[in-house]
């Protein structure tokens, strides 16, 4: 499932047959630049494409859309403020993929990154380890006075802090050359500069391991069946229950109402929970990020909401209303609106059709 994280697809449009063809003629061409791309690929989703529809009529791939429209929307929030005009012909003309990292931040904060991007003609590697930066800055409390509010002293604050944490002398120096390199402010550096003679180890809080699940058993894979009722019963009784379809590969069951189901097994941690609720994301998307990406189910309980280092939760931003999977090493500033009960990978199913297929089998 694409995760067009900077924009609501459940929302609709409505375009015209020759809207539409002009839309999917800009992509199919790539007439324009990155930005206008973006803005066709959303318009086109949310008039009833969906990703692979869009990649067969206009060669742009799910990644390439998800990237574009995100990156277009960042655009967006970028110029819309007091931006340098060289900065923002900069992205203009090229850049989605350094913008798309900038996602998580808050608008002032991409501001000040694509500014800092610019100067420093980041790549799209560098533009990741600033967001990154730039996020945990903002929510760390008891940041040390001389790093100041700003990309480069987020990064090298990111890398004092790691450095201070490191006994092998190679790794530590890397970090601090790297802080140097960008470290903006005269107090800062001359904090970064007091770890080449000071070589105080100082321990960190190990990150919990994630609770992964993978279902592996038929039987850990029930299906839900709606129910009408109760005999006696008349026909419409019948004829009014929703028609449901499970959709892979978490077998969530949706309806012609609202809402939706998805069947888990009865596991402890589940039937401990108070208020469990699912929600769907992306490997990529958590705190320790898989090798390979796919597809995961995060069941988180509301019910928990208290802080502790050893579990991970689902917060919202304070800046952008964003929800989001962490770690905090310390009790956090963002609103925490959950904890963590599992993290749920899709059963293996190397041929569908075949398991369903009890008879071939027997052959």
């Not at 900069?90 to 350094?98: T, V």
Request: proline residues 6%; contains cysteine; aromatic residues 10%.
């Amino acid at each position: 499932m694409t995760d067009f994280s900077a924009s609501p697809l459940n929302s609709s449009i409505s375009l015209s047959p020759e809207e539409t063809e002009d839309l999917v003629r800009q992509l199919r061409r790539k007439e324009g630049n990155w930005v206008g791309w973006g803005e066709a690929c959303q318009k086109l989703l949310k008039s009833g494409f969906n990703p692979q529809s869009l990649f067969e009529e206009t060669g742009f791939e799910p990644v390439q859309q998800n990237q574009v429209i995100v990156g277009a929307q960042v655009f967006a929030s970028i110029t819309s403020g007091n931006v340098e005009e060289a900065v923002r012909e900069y992205f203009e003309r090229k850049g989605s993929d350094i913008l798309y990292e900038f996602r998580i931040l808050n608008n002032a904060e991409r501001q000040a990154a694509a500014a800092f991007a610019y100067e420093r003609k980041m790549d799209m590697d560098e533009a990741h380890d600033l967001a990154k930066a730039m996020r945990d800055y903002s929510r760390t409390r008891n940041v040390p006075e001389a790093f100041k509010n700003h990309p480069g002293d987020a990064i090298a604050y990111e890398c004092w802090r790691l450095a201070r944490q490191k006994d092998d002398l190679q790794e530590r120096s890397r970090l601090i050359a790297r802080g140097l390199q960008f470290v903006h402010s005269t107090e800062a550096r001359q904090y970064l500069e007091k770890l080449l003679t000071d070589f105080t180890v100082v321990a960190r809080r190990p990150k919990p391991l994630m609770p992964i699940y993978r279902m592996e058993s038929d039987e850990e894979s029930p299906r839900i069946v709606p129910v009408a009722g109760r005999l006696p019963l008349k026909r419409d009784d019948l004829q009014a229950v929703p028609f449901s379809e499970d959709e892979p590969p978490f077998g969530i069951v949706k309806f012609s109402g609202t809402g939706a189901w998805v069947p888990l097994p009865g596991w402890q941690v589940l039937v401990n929970a108070e208020d469990p609720v699912a929600v769907l994301t992306t490997s990529q998307e958590l705190p320790t990020p898989f090798e390979t990406p796919e597809e995961v189910m995060v069941v988180v309980d509301r019910a928990q909401r208290t802080w502790e280092a050893d579990a991970f939760f689902i917060a919202e931003s304070a800046e952008s209303g964003d929800l989001q999977i962490h770690w905090f090493e310390e009790a956090p500033d963002m609103t925490i609106l959950g904890r963590v009960l599992m993290i749920l990978r899709a059963k293996r199913i190397f041929d569908a059709n075949v398991a369903r297929d009890l008879w071939q089998f027997e052959e």
